[in-house]
């Protein structure tokens, strides 16, 4: 039982012995329980005020040793830092995308709040920190060791919107770790950042999608190397990361499909590819073996992390076109599949959704629909256009 914060008086009863033994750790602190045993209880003999004790006795008991031990400091007086959280959290990582998570840690959470001693934690430190994340600029890839490049960014609604979901997602990411510490008792009060909420209205879906020829001229603008990327991304709806770990063997010619063993939900799908998509993969594996990437580097190595970025920038300013992110490819993908009137569930396998809410929350709007064709046939105009 509690008897207050950080203090448990608990009853053991084994085969010879019944007991009573105390928990406790220090409020605020850092270190983890410390038990005893402080007395027999009165089941077979009568209490004696010191050796056996009744439960009420024992609660008095128990009470002084907590007093005694509050004055003590803790056993082990290292802090638990944030970053000492994080480490934890990615060694027992079981969600998606560990590898956008740890980039996540390593270059924006830990180097700006890693510091900070979880028992001394506070709503007002990971709120500071949480509103300037949405105010900063986009990061650049940048050089290790070099100075921090960032994107130029507009200050229109949807940019702030769009730093906003941003910090959302790393604010998540920082608490389920400090969740997971809370709950293995590496931390004793999660009141810091459960008071901390994210901006509202800031993950609405964003409906960004090329128009056909917008595509061509972006794939035209690219990059020779970086090419066959953005056109795979056009014509599959596979991911960055889906088409960087793509290697010779994941192609079947006789299916004409892809085989993505590297998604995002950690479970592998088939890309099935029409006449355009099959003869680029066919083309750019010529000459490779069944290990080799099929859309490599210049220098024949995978494509990493962030790597898309700088070539994308510069093919949306040579293509006269507002910046286009590699995933807005994979939505040009699934608003074409939408717009030709594909099931939303065929779209919603095609692009390794989990759930068809999703795909209907993002291209249900483009959709064909009965709603759309009966409110066209029954409002003919007021003939003011």
Known sequence: MTLSEGQHLGYYRGRRVRKWVVRFRKRGGSCSYQEATIAEADDLVDSDGSKILSFEQAQETARKWFDDMGQKGCPNSKPYLVSDALDDYLASFGGKDLENTRRRIEAIICPQIGAH??????????????????????????????????????????????????????LTILKAALNVAYRNEKIFDDN??????????????????????????????CNPHFRPMVTAALLTGARYSELAALEVRDFDAQSKSLWLRDTKSGTPRAVYLESEGFRLVSEAIIGKSRIEPIFPRPDGKRWGAAHQMRPMFAACKAAG????SFHDLRRTYGARLARKGVPMAVIAEALGHADERITRKHYAHLAPSNVAETIREAVSGLGIV
Request: charged share 30%.
């Open 321 to 324: 076109l507002e910046h286009v």
């Open 117 to 170: 001693d979880t028992a001394k934690l506070t709503a007002k430190i990971i709120q500071e920190w949480h509103i300037a994340l949405a105010n900063a600029p986009a990061r650049l890839r940048t050089a290790p060791g070099a100075v921090q490049n960032y994107r130029p960014t507009s200050n229109t609604a949807d940019a702030r919107r769009s730093r906003r979901s941003s910090a959302n997602r790393i």
């Open 192 to 221: 810091a950042w459960r008071r901390v909420k994210p901006f509202a209205k800031a993950d609405a879906p964003r409906l960004r999608s090329l128009a056909d020829a917008e595509s061509r001229r972006l794939v035209s603008a």
